[in-house]
């Protein structure tokens, strides 16, 4: 599996997320009113000196979309990613996990075309295959 489906498995075994959850984008046509998007925007597999021997570093951006009017409910769902990733280090999936951090980066926007308001926030990732 790919690092971002690890991660959005993970995410959803959790427990606290009750939306859906996508790797890339929403599909067209799928009318759903709360939804998170998980997209790897920067280190696609390339080696990276930054992190421990072996490990690769890659950027995961998370955006949490709401068609229900109320900007605070999709900065509480990036929140709540926030809490579920931050620091996790170990086993996911197929991935060795070594560390994941928040990369101080958030940005809140109004998506006209979708019409929604979106929240995302950005992690680094340092994994093993």
Do not use: H
Request: with cysteine; proline share 3%; net charge negative.
């Amino acid at each position: 599996m790919t690092l971002t489906a690890e991660i959005r498995r993970y995410i959803l075994d959790d427990g606290r997320v009750e939306i859906p959850v996508y790797v890339g984008s929403k599909p067209e046509g799928d009318n759903v009113t709360n939804w998170i998007t998980l997209q790897q925007v920067a280190g696609f597999d390339l080696e990276d000196l930054s992190g421990r021997e072996g490990t690769t570093k890659a950027r995961l951006q998370v955006t949490c979309c709401t068609r229900d009017g109320d900007p605070e409910s999709a900065q509480s769902m990036r929140d709540l990613v926030l809490q579920i990733l931050y620091g996790f280090t170990g086993a996911m999936g197929s991935i060795t996990v070594t560390g994941i951090f928040d990369a101080g980066s958030e940005y809140d926007y109004e998506e006209p075309k979708i019409q929604a308001f979106c929240s995302s926030r950005d992690f680094y990732v340092w994994y093993a295959r």
